[in-house]
């Protein structure tokens, strides 16, 4: 079976861009939102996904954005796909797909069972799905809150339309559990990584990374003896 693929969102500086390349994740997310402790300019995220060796996918979060701020957002940053973590309705999705033609990934924030039936919507017109926890009432953020739900409320689903994604609260103690619990193969994190807000931590990268695909940080002696 293939590994786990995570991705490791908000990263603001060259160093975590390089952290999170060399713990061998798959995604790296810009985070373009301007209450956001992880929020870039355009111009710093230009110079930090510069930084990005082939083959790391880099990811563009924006929340209900317009189509001057994503023109003006892909006029100038090398991207591989976007991440749509507003109300974008599925319309938007897949105006925002057509136009810019690159995939696009759409957040689905998830509290309770009847948050479920959302999914479905977002099946037929998105790349992929990134099944969150729901923000709390009059919250900031509509994500990277280090919140998460129910994993047990995807038990048993045996596929969903499109490739998806689980996050919420995610960090290197629980990553493994919610694989185990909800059988997904790809991952997000941002909060559960950081030292501070907006602050990525490269041991906790590497940590994350390692836990989300069963292998032990450190190699066991193979005896110990
Ligand atoms: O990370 C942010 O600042 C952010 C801002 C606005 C929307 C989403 C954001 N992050 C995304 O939220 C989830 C979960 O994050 P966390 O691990 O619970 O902190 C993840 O998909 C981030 O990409």
């Known amino acids: 079976m293939p590994e786990i693929a995570v991705k490791i969102c908000g990263l603001t500086r060259p160093a975590d861009v390089q952290a999170v390349a060399q713990a061998g994740a798959a995604y790296a997310g810009f985070v373009f939102f301007g209450k956001s402790p992880r929020n870039l300019s355009v111009a710093d995220a230009r110079a930090l996904a510069l930084t990005a060796p082939p083959g790391l996918c880099k990811v563009a979060l924006v929340v209900d954005a317009d189509d001057a701020t994503l023109d003006a957002i892909l006029a100038d940053v090398p991207l ?4 749509l973590h ?3 309705s599925p319309w938007r999705v897949a105006e925002v797909r057509a136009r810019y033609g ?7 924030g998830i509290a309770d069972a009847q948050d479920l039936a959302q999914i479905d919507a977002y099946g037929d017109v998105a790349d992929q799905l990134l099944i969150d926890a729901k923000p709390p ?12 739900f129910d994993w047990r ?6 596929y969903w339309q ?28 941002s909060s559960g990584v950081e030292s501070a807000p907006g602050i990525k931590d490269a041991t906790l990268i590497a940590d994350f990374v390692t836990a989300a695909q069963g292998t032990p ?6 005896n110990p003896n």
């Open 80 to 83: 591989d796909m976007l991440q």
């Open 86 to 88: 507003g109300h974008e």
């Open 102 to 108: 690159l995939p696009v990934m759409k957040a689905i």
């Open 137 to 148: 009432k009059g919250a900031d953020l509509p994500g990277g809150n280090g919140l998460s």
């Open 153 to 158: 409320l995807l038990q048993g689903r045996k």
């Open 162 to 189: 499109r490739p998806w994604m689980l996050a919420g609260g995610l960090t290197p103690d629980t990553v493994a559990q919610a694989v185990g619990l909800t059988g997904v193969r790809q991952v997000d994190v």
């Open 217 to 222: 940080a450190v190699p066991r002696l193979a």
